[in-house]
């Protein structure tokens, strides 16, 4: 009996010397992704493996040249171009040492993907703050909550989060997503916070409130992001760096977001959590306003509903889908491209009733931007005929911008950049549009996925400028006695310049 207990007692050492923590999350996200990608289970990424999976994401017909993808990934990687290489490799510490960021292993309970959104009324009086936890929540862990306050590390208010959790993609998902909201908010005071509980509480994060005496606020707008592959990462670097620079009031994200699916059912649960890490040092300390995409409609849209809380009810529209929110001097209308947007629909009637009432409200808004992910215009080749003046997109919405005197649409989905202007009894001087009739037209699908589309030649009359290459749109609305102007830049990712510019005055 001694004999049995003693070799017993040594069992469970050596069961717990070699057991993983329990609270310990097996793999980062980015490790995860690569294996799912590595199907050979050698710890390299082939030519054909890459194919595999980027076929997977994309219908073969919008499908970008694979030896231009792996050029552009072995540029981000910073390794040597190789054209004579057969097949060509990535290895894992290659791919590891590129996106160390993402390569982070936390405790089951500590909180991670840290995500700030608006109310719609614009007096950031109230923050939402949505965070997740991987594993299954314990009936036993202690309540989550949200503490903050003006001064760094002294909390004086605190709000209990509720939790909800999903499971669909590939081998389900495990985590809990909390949410609360940060309420009595000051204008023009940071705050400071962290949000968890007893257990394990996330690192101090900080914000901002608006200034309502602001003469002048500064947005990132893009779409069509992704993650590692190719270059989402990126771009999100590059908003990161310019917000330490200049701060944003606000980043919009104009649909298609993380590109997890792979197929037409199905996706990969990893790269959610990537790109949640990714875009958490931004999302973390300014409020992140998304629309939807079409690679967010997997299992109806279930993600996307869940990771993400947006004004909907707060402004008449519908959960993450079709509302608007005020920012000082601009009315953020965000419609879904994805929806019945018919004259029939539901939210077609939001939208002239919305739009109607921001005209009654010019005084304090006096510019309109709208945001939906399909473009109204666009010269890119690929689904031409969707993206036309005979569109039903175009026909439906554009005379509503027209009569409610929208100054600005803001779109993605086509992995281009392109400036349209549909009206060509107006003459533009210096790339300034001065009280004119009609929206200036922005596709801004250039927020990191593939990138290789062609353009229609010769150049449409209402397309003035377009550009393949990655990065994204900066807002800048200044609002004074003499003048009201709103500036737009596109700005490029691989080496920072602005490729172009304009503004529009009232």
């Not at 069992?11 to 996200?29: C, G, H, M, R």
């Not at 993380?258 to 996706?267: I, K, L, Q």
Request: charged share 20%.
């Amino acid at each position: 009996m001694e004999l049995a207990s003693y070799f017993l007692c040594w069992f469970v050492i050596i069961t717990l010397i070699n057991a993983k923590p329990l609270n310990q999350v097996d793999e980062s996200p980015l490790r995860m992704i690569f294996r799912r990608v590595d199907v050979n289970a050698n710890d390299e990424l082939d030519v054909y493996e890459l194919q595999n999976y980027f076929h997977n994401i994309e219908p073969e017909d919008a499908m970008p040249d694979l030896n231009h993808i792996v050029r552009r990934m072995k540029r981000t990687m910073k390794l040597e171009i190789n054209e004579q290489e057969q097949p060509f490799t990535i290895s894992w510490q290659q791919f590891r040492k590129t996106y160390a960021e993402l390569d982070t292993v936390t405790a089951r309970n500590a909180p991670q993907q840290i995500h700030l959104s608006l109310l719609a009324d614009g007096t950031w009086s109230t923050m939402i703050v949505i965070w997740i936890v991987k594993g299954s929540e314990s009936k036993h862990e202690p309540q989550s909550l949200v503490r903050y306050g003006t001064i760094s590390g002294n909390y004086t208010h605190m709000q209990a989060a509720t939790n909800r959790t999903y499971d669909v993609g590939i081998g389900g998902w495990k985590g809990t997503i909390f949410e609360t909201w940060m309420t009595e908010l000051k204008q023009c005071q940071t705050y400071y916070y962290r949000v968890g509980n007893a257990n394990s509480w996330s690192d101090e994060s900080s914000f901002k409130t608006d200034c309502s005496n602001a003469s002048t606020h500064i947005f990132a707008v893009m779409g069509d992001m992704g993650t590692i592959i190719p270059a989402g990462f990126l771009v999100t670097k590059q908003i990161k760096e310019d917000h330490q620079i200049t701060p944003f009031s606000s980043v919009v994200h104009v649909g298609d977001i993380s590109y997890a699916g792979t197929g037409s059912t199905d996706e990969i649960s990893e790269v959610w959590d990537a790109w949640g890490r990714q875009v958490e040092p931004i999302s973390s300390i300014v409020p992140y306003m998304t629309n939807v995409g079409n690679h967010e409609a997997y299992y109806n849209y279930t993600v996307y509903r869940n990771r993400f809380r947006m004004p909907g009810s707060e402004s008449a529209g519908l959960d993450n889908f079709w509302f608007s929110f005020n920012i000082g001097p601009v009315h953020w209308v965000s419609l879904s491209s994805q929806h019945d947007y018919s004259k029939s629909s539901v939210q077609y009637a939001w939208l002239i009733n919305d739009l109607a009432k921001a005209n009654e409200n010019r005084a304090q808004q006096p510019f309109v931007i709208v945001v939906t992910h399909r473009p109204l215009l666009c010269s890119d080749a690929s689904e031409l005929d969707q993206h036309l003046p005979t569109s039903p997109l175009f026909e439906t919405v554009y005379p509503l911008f027209v009569k409610y005197q929208v100054q600005l649409v803001i779109t993605g989905h086509m992995h281009v950049y392109e400036r349209v202007f549909y009206d060509n009894t107006t003459t533009i001087v210096n790339n300034t549009y001065a009280n004119v009739n009609s929206p200036v037209i922005i596709v801004q699908g250039t927020g990191g996925t593939f990138d290789n589309d062609k353009w229609v030649e010769p150049q449409p009359w209402w397309s003035i400028s377009r550009m393949l290459a990655y990065g994204y749109g900066r807002v800048t609305v200044s609002v004074d006695k003499m003048q009201k102007r709103l500036q737009y830049e596109y700005l490029l990712e691989h080496d920072r310049s602005t490729y172009d510019q304009f503004s529009i005055v009232i």
